[in-house]
């Protein structure tokens, strides 16, 4: 099977159930930048520390997320006024000091998280409007070099089908891997709507594996209009059940993500309030009819295992 993963909050009774169902963590919010490089040039693992070791222990493998992105930033680089050479000088920065503090540790990173918009133009961010496209590649490159076990990612939302922006991924990839940039996983979040699932995710994913390239599903959650019903319940497990096929059916596919484990530590919430119960338990922590079907298809998978080259 493929590496099943969640990500977590710092609970350990919430990390303990993930150690019995769930062979790789993502820390949701520890890595971020606003977390580990509060002050500049003042970096904090303490968050990230604990799950790492906490991962390892239970034999997980953790998924590092992330360096370069444009929201959850401090403010002091939020609010600051940089010239190119400056911001360039605090991305490498980060890069190197957060990416040899964990080297050795991660199966992986998410290097970039979203750069485009969903018609497939750049995002207006700090990073592509004062440093130029060329944040991508000079991020990736200095990644490898301060860690150079890690698998490199670029991920994003709204890319599980064939459109504007996983087309934008595409020619992106392309481009960088012609100059040798070292790139190696597109990172295909999946926060996704019960009975809106794109039909074409397995030819997106065999597009970018036809590059050379790894894929995993990074952040999957599969919402509904609330309250639940038996009948979105049902939906939802079929959609779940059509995701995990599609990643089971690719070699190069490597990975599930769940972002996060049961429906009461959920961000969709917060920001679809009408909106919920996406994730595989329910509050009760209870298994939902989408555990089952991941379960089943996991089971029924012809190639048993897609993760199996690191480090
Ligand atoms: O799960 C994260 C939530 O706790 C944060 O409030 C939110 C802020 O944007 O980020 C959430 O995770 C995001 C992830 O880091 C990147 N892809 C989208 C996820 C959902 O917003």
């Not at 503090?101 to 979203?114: P, S």
Request: proline share 5%; net charge neutral.
């Amino acid at each position: 099977m493929v590496l099943l993963g969640n990500i977590l909050v710092l609970i350990d009774t919430v990390l303990l159930f993930s150690s019995k169902e769930f062979g790789m963590i993502t820390p949701e919010n520890y890595q971020k930048w606003f977390a580990t490089e509060p002050v500049r040039n003042q970096f904090n693992f303490t968050g990230a520390d604990y799950i790492v070791k906490w991962a390892h222990k239970n034999g997980q493998a953790v998924r590092g997320h992330n360096f370069v992105w444009h929201s959850q930033l401090p403010d002091w680089l939020n609010n600051g006024t940089w010239d190119k050479k400056t911001l360039n000088s605090i991305m490498v920065n980060h890069i190197v000091k957060m990416g040899s503090h964990f080297r050795g540790k991660l199966y992986a990173w998410d290097v970039v998280n979203e750069p485009y918009n969903d018609d497939g133009t750049w995002r207006s961010t700090i990073w592509h409007d004062i440093i130029g496209p060329e944040f991508i590649s000079t991020a990736l490159t200095t990644a490898h070099a301060v860690d150079p076990f890690a698998k490199l990612y670029i991920n994003d939302y709204n890319v599980e089908g064939v459109n504007a922006k996983s087309d934008a991924h595409y020619n992106l990839a392309k481009s960088l891997l012609k100059k040798h940039v070292p790139y190696h996983g597109f990172g295909i979040q999946g926060h996704l709507v019960v009975a809106q699932l794109p039909k074409d995710i397995p030819q997106n994913i065999a597009r970018f594996a036809g590059l050379g390239l790894e894929v995993a599903i990074t952040e999957l959650d599969i919402r509904m209009d609330l309250p639940n019903n038996a009948k979105n319940a049902t939906l939802q497990a079929n959609d779940y059940k059509t995701v995990v096929n599609a990643c089971v059916d690719n070699r190069a596919c490597v990975g599930i993500t769940v972002w996060e484990t049961s429906d009461d530590y959920s961000w969709i919430p917060g920001v679809f309030p009408t909106q919920g119960d996406a994730l595989l338990f329910d509050t009760n922590k209870d298994p939902k009819p989408a555990y089952y079907a991941v379960a089943d298809a996991l089971k029924a998978a012809k190639v048993k295992s897609h993760f199996n080259s690191w480090p």
